[in-house]
């Protein structure tokens, strides 16, 4: 008796319906660049809860978010994440949000399973649900947990795009941004919200431009009404949504029609590391032609000047080594950046030997650019 081998294949921007980790069992292993998972809260939530002018809050009360016990609770994440581990890129990295409810859990079978933990960060609601009953601290943040799938994956992090996003800060792991409220709120014909627990797409947006960049996939096995799927769009990447809930997905259905994705690469596309882009040492000046042995080189205020050595050193006062070296001995420093601190003339101008290092980088990026078009 002959068996044939199922052949997986990938899809890219739909919406799979049905249970997550029968779908998620479905697609090529190691197919994917980014997870964002909202899995259920596991809330407990036990009877109605009423504000004190006796009117009732709308919590988050649904069948799916309903488990018989804290090890039923377990059991399926830990099912759900190692269905989505397998679909991980040995790079790739994961992101799941919860509660006090459950985060804890999850964070501990994530470690279990052998992810490696790379930052939680703190979700603070500018405009949080206050606590009715008044016997708790207001429940004012919800945590994420990033992960990378394993200690030695080499995960993207756009470090520097997240730092021009915070005004050339770098970015901290407490991030306050306001519920989903207003016209992002979506509605279901009735009029009442779509969804219990919508994310806003700001947090979506942080969390997908720290480590993703354009044609990148984007996997979130609770797609609810689709929020994730409309900011991947919307940056350039490619998303696959996993629901079992008919009324959610028509809702994302018609959430994602209605949002254009913009095509240009170079908008959408994070900025790139300094740590990786090309390494360009100081002596590549020298053979390239940007700078010639014996042209002199001060610092910004003109109070040191070194000479340019044809073998990639620099000569001050009887001191000889590197541009970094020198700097730091003619300063009396335990270290200096020498790209930043030493200058060239240029016309009327002096400018740093970093914006040398800059253009011969942009002409090396080219080539390897042309090189792989080829």
Not at 7 to 14: A, G, L, S
Not at 159 to 184: H, V
Not at 224 to 249: H, P
Request: glycine content about 8%; overall charge positive; charged content about 25%.
């Amino acid at each position: 008796m002959s068996s044939q081998k199922t052949t997986k294949t990938i899809v890219r921007n739909k919406i799979l319906a049905g249970d997550c980790i029968a779908n998620m069992k479905k697609l090529p292993e190691e197919s994917v660049d980014m997870i964002f998972a909202d899995p259920p809260y596991n809330l407990q939530l036990g009877g109605e809860l009423h504000r004190p002018n006796n009117s009732l809050v709308d919590a988050c009360d649904d069948h799916w978010d309903q488990f018989d016990d804290l090890k039923a609770y377990d059991d399926f994440t830990r099912e759900w994440l190692s269905a989505a581990r397998g679909l991980l890129k040995p790079d790739g990295t994961i992101w799941v949000i919860g509660s006090y409810h459950n985060i804890f859990r999850v964070g501990t079978i994530l470690q279990d399973l052998g992810f490696w933990v790379l930052n939680d960060v703190i979700w603070r609601k500018t405009n949080p649900m206050p606590n009715f009953r008044g016997r708790r601290f207001t429940n004012a943040h919800e945590t994420l947990i990033w992960a990378s799938k394993s200690e030695k994956s080499k995960y993207k992090f756009n470090y520097d795009a997240l730092k021009a996003m915070n005004e050339d800060l770098q970015m901290r792991s407490d991030w306050f941004i306001p519920l989903c409220t207003g016209a992002e709120r979506l509605k279901g014909v009735d009029g009442q919200k779509a969804h219990p627990t919508q994310k806003p797409e700001a947090l979506l947006h942080r969390v997908i431009m720290s480590c993703t960049q354009p044609g990148d996939l984007v996997l979130d096995p609770f797609f609810g009404t689709g929020t994730t799927g409309a900011v991947a769009k919307k940056l350039g990447r490619d998303y696959i949504g996993l629901e079992r809930e008919d009324n959610y997905i028509k809702v994302a259905e018609q959430r994602l029609k209605s949002i254009t994705r913009l095509g240009d690469d170079e908008i959408l596309h994070a900025a790139a590391s300094k740590r990786e882009e090309p390494r360009i040492p100081f002596g590549s000046l020298i053979e390239s032609g940007l700078l010639k042995p014996g042209t002199v080189l001060t610092d910004a205020k003109g109070h040191h000047e070194a000479k340019v050595g044809a073998d990639g050193t620099l000569i001050a006062n009887k001191v000889r080594g590197s541009i970094h070296k020198v700097g730091a001995t003619l300063q009396n420093a335990p270290s200096c950046n020498g790209w930043t601190y030493w200058h060239v003339r240029q016309g009327r101008q002096y400018v740093p030997i970093d914006a040398l290092r800059q253009k011969l980088r942009d002409v090396t990026t080219q080539a390897d650019r042309a090189t792989t078009l080829q």
